[in-house]
């Protein structure tokens, strides 16, 4: 079975500081991996995907994630945390081969403060 | 490429009343179809999966069902809404040529 576990529920960094959202994944077999990204009140929007290609993977607006098969984590992170990254962000392990079904974390809130 | 629509995108029913949300599927045939539901302050559970017309597999026990009487359409509805019910409810659908999902814009539910 798999799951997946976001450690923070909230993280808070300063505008222009790194930025580091932590995710443990559990599979029985290679993983798809992703990260999703909510802003208030709009719908969920993809940021990257790691499907056993290179293990660093790049995403949209400055995000990146490495695949940690030997720590079993694949953490988000930007090098500088710009006010428009404020949002809720998604861990996702795909479930089972043919069925595409996603399990997700439970989410991390991300403040920006200025 | 993909386009899920949604609607309504906000709704607020009296306990008790019925449910039906509609989900359809436009540049694709035969997708896997998906609702999700996010209640407040938690993240996605996946209530329904179908892989084709008349094909639903339901995650969890609950007060809702689906339906998926066309090749692009998904439906959740309930016969009686319970205030638990409220939440973001999401359909969505594998893209093409990749594992990343296409999402509706989402119904926002509140039970009243």
């Known amino acids: 079975a798999q799951s997946v576990t976001q450690l923070d529920s909230h993280v808070s960094v300063s505008e222009g500081t790194p930025v580091l959202l932590r995710c443990n994944y559990s599979s029985s077999y290679s993983p798809s991996l992703f990260w999703y990204v909510q802003h208030p009140n709009k719908g969920l929007q993809l940021l990257l995907k790691?499907?056993?290609?290179?293990?660093l993977v790049k995403g949209i607006n400055g995000f990146e994630a490495e695949f940690k098969k030997s720590e079993t984590s694949f953490h988000l992170t930007k090098p500088s945390a710009h006010m428009s990254d404020a949002a809720e962000y998604f861990c996702?392990?795909?479930?089972?081969?043919?069925?595409?079904?996603?399990?997700f974390g439970t989410g991390t809130r991300l403040k920006v403060l200025a | 490429s993909q386009t899920i629509h949604q609607w309504p995108a906000t709704l607020v029913q009296p306990v008790g009343s019925p449910l039906s949300l509609e989900c359809t599927v436009e540049g694709t045939s035969n997708p896997n179809l998906y609702w999700y539901r996010q209640a407040a302050g938690r993240g996605l559970q996946l209530l329904f999966y179908s892989v084709g017309i008349g094909q639903i597999s339901s995650e969890v026990p609950q007060n809702l069902s689906a339906s998926r009487p066309q090749d692009r359409q998904f439906i959740l509805s309930s016969k009686k809404l319970l205030l638990s019910d409220s939440g973001f409810y999401l359909c969505a659908s594998p893209g093409q040529g990749s594992y990343g999902y296409t999402f509706g814009s989402g119904t926002r539910l509140t039970v009243v």
């Open positions: 996702v392990v795909s479930g089972a081969s043919g069925t595409y079904k996603y399990i």
């Open positions: 790691y499907t056993s290609a290179a293990t």
